[in-house]
């Protein structure tokens, strides 16, 4: 059978590709664009950058650090009229991998929400108090000099 093959198609079988006498030959770059949207390791890229993407372990405070946190709490509670301003760095866990990052936010406090345990800033932003690494009070809306 192989023979009867070669025989069909004995005639074409050396004969040179066929050219198109009305298009330019297609580079290489355009030809393997072709094929871009069936390659085996679609999302390969996006999946190696996510494994690089690095986060950082969440810290156990001290019970100093969460004493003091604690009572900046209670002196914010106390003059929540005041809308202190305060400088907060928290852990912000990451959605998609363990761990998380830590960010400082800086805001007057609205309230503090004594049922969901978060700190409510005018910016709208909101801060659970047990994500809290530390806290610093900078001073309240209505500061007399002296």
């Avoid at 390791?41 to 996006?46: F, R, Y």
């Amino acid at each position: 059978m192989n023979q009867d093959m070669n025989d069909k198609y004995a005639a074409i079988l050396h004969a040179p590709r066929p050219r198109s006498t009305t298009h330019a030959p297609m580079s290489l770059w355009d030809r393997a664009a072709q094929f871009a949207p069936f390659a085996a390791l679609a999302g390969h890229t996006e999946g190696t950058q996510e494994v690089a993407r690095i986060t950082q372990e969440r810290l156990e405070l001290s019970e100093d650090a969460a004493m003091e946190i604690a009572g900046c709490i209670q002196i914010i509670q106390s003059r929540l009229a005041e809308q202190l301003e305060v400088t907060v760095t928290c852990f912000i866990p990451d959605p998609r991998k363990e761990g998380g990052a830590y960010v400082t936010e800086k805001g007057r406090v609205k309230k503090i929400d004594a049922v969901w345990h978060r700190l409510v800033l005018t910016n709208g932003k909101e801060i659970a108090i047990a994500d809290i690494l530390e806290i610093a009070i900078l001073r309240s809306i209505n500061r007399h000099d002296s």
